[in-house]
Structure formats: structure tokens, C-alpha cells
């Protein structure tokens, strides 16, 4: 069975810095990996996603996230943090069964924003 | 493009009660999933549905959880009776269902506390 795990689950930056958030990943098979976030009070939405393409994956907002299969890993950046960015984020695999995804969600790492 | 609705946003009962959530997702998509996040953890999927059959259920319990999705639109999920452990929100999702997207659009949830 496929699963992630979140390393950290509160991670502290100030505005203008890097963000990393570490997400390591176990998969029997080469796995899609997927990057969400919730606002408060609000639902997932995903910023990225690796199928299987090219390993550094672009997102929306200036995130980024690479794949690399010898750390089995997908950790989360983005160049410089903005306030907005102060949010929970789950680092998701999925089930690729044909037509069955679904998702098994990491337990999050919110991340806040010191001005 | 109508996002995924869910209602009630919240619900306060007490144990032993009973409760129902409504689920409508995006016009279309095939798939529809049902998460339980509890505070502090990542999502967990209690059940999937293709079209209105059931695809995996495994984690939900069924003793006091069922859902049901007629016609292959809406859902419903109930909890009879509830117990203090269900207070959670309780995340409708809905995809595509094609095997290479991954991406699942979710509700803004529903809030359930048991006291």
C-alpha cells in the first residue's frame, strides 16, 4: 500500500524566505504524487501534481516540487514566502488503478508566515 | 464552472444522534469520494464511488456509516448514531475519474461536532 510522510508538522518562516516543506513517499509502483493546500475553513486544492513527466513540477503561486525516486522523495518550495502562503499542506500518493484513483493524504504541515 | 457543494457547512449534535451530509459535485465527473479529517491529521477516505456503484468502502464504518449516491449524481453520508470520535469534517471530493488526471476537487466540508 502506498503512503507519505510529512516531515514536520508546523514549519516557521519569515516573509521573503524560503519555503521547503519534506514529503518522502513509499510505493510499490511508480507512484503519481500530489501536492494540496487548505485555507482555513475551506476545502483542499491542489497546487501540483508529478505523473510521471518531467521531475520538477511548476504549480500555481511560485511553487514548486521535485521528484526524486533514490530519496523517495517530493518536497515542496517556493523562493520566497508571502503572507498569503500561511496555510496547512498535504503531500498526497495515489492508487493507479485504471479508472479507481485515489488518494492516500500525509497528516500536513502548516505553515505560518513571520512578518 | 460550479465547484463541489456540500451541505450543512456545520452540525452540532450530541451522541447517539443521528446526522446526514449532502454532497453535489462537479457536473460530470464519474467519481466521488467521501474524507473524514479528524483535527490534526490528513484526510482519510471512507469511501468511493464510479457512477453510482461502489468502488471501496474499506475504511468506513459500517455500523454506523452509510452513503449513498442515486443516479450517479449527488451523495449523501450518514452517521447513526453518532459517537464523540466522528467529530471531524467530513470532505466531499469529485474527479474526472480518467486514469491519468489524479486531481480531485474538493468541497469546503462539512463541520460535525459531537457532544
Known amino acids: 500500500a502506498q503512503s507519505v510522510t510529512q516531515l514536520g508538522s508546523h514549519v516557521s518562516v519569515s516573509e521573503g524566505a524560503l519555503v521547503l516543506l519534506r514529503c518522502n513517499y513509499s510505493?510499490?509502483?511508480?507512484?503519481?504524487l500530489f501536492w494540496y493546500v487548505q485555507y482555513p475553513n475551506q476545502g483542499l486544492q491542489l497546487l501540483l501534481k508529478?505523473?510521471?513527466?518531467?521531475?520538477l513540477v511548476k504549480g500555481i503561486n511560485d511553487f514548486e516540487a521535485e521528484f526524486k525516486k533514490s530519496e523517495t522523495s517530493f518536497h515542496l518550495t517556493k523562493p520566497s514566502a508571502h503572507m498569503s502562503d500561511a496555510a496547512e499542506y498535504f503531500c498526497?500518493?495515489?492508487?493507479?488503478?485504471?479508472?479507481?484513483?485515489?488518494?492516500?493524504f500525509g497528516t500536513g504541515t502548516r505553515l505560518t508566515i513571520i512578518p | 464552472e460550479a465547484g463541489v457543494a456540500q451541505s450543512p457547512r456545520y452540525k452540532i449534535i450530541e451522541k447517539r444522534q443521528s446526522v446526514a451530509f449532502w454532497c453535489n459535485p462537479i457536473?460530470?465527473?464519474?467519481?466521488l469520494y467521501w474524507y473524514q479529517q479528524i483535527l490534526g491529521q490528513g484526510p482519510k477516505l471512507l469511501i468511493q464511488?464510479?457512477?453510482?456503484?461502489?468502488?471501496?468502502d474499506s475504511q468506513l464504518p459500517k455500523d454506523r456509516f452509510s452513503a449513498e449516491r442515486l443516479k450517479g449524481v449527488d451523495s449523501t453520508l450518514k452517521i447513526q448514531p453518532a459517537k464523540l470520535e466522528d467529530s471531524a469534517v467530513y470532505l466531499c471530493?469529485?474527479?474526472?475519474?480518467?486514469?491519468?488526471?489524479?486531481?480531485?476537487?474538493f468541497g469546503e466540508g462539512s463541520r460535525l461536532t459531537v457532544l
Open positions: 508529478y505523473t510521471s513527466a518531467a521531475t
Open positions: 471530493a469529485s474527479s474526472l475519474g480518467a486514469v491519468n488526471t489524479g486531481e480531485l476537487f
Open positions: 457536473s460530470g465527473h464519474a467519481t
Open positions: 464511488f464510479q457512477n453510482n456503484g461502489v468502488v471501496d
Open positions: 510505493s510499490s509502483v511508480p507512484p503519481y
Open positions: 498526497a500518493v495515489s492508487d493507479r488503478g485504471f479508472g479507481n484513483e485515489k488518494l492516500t
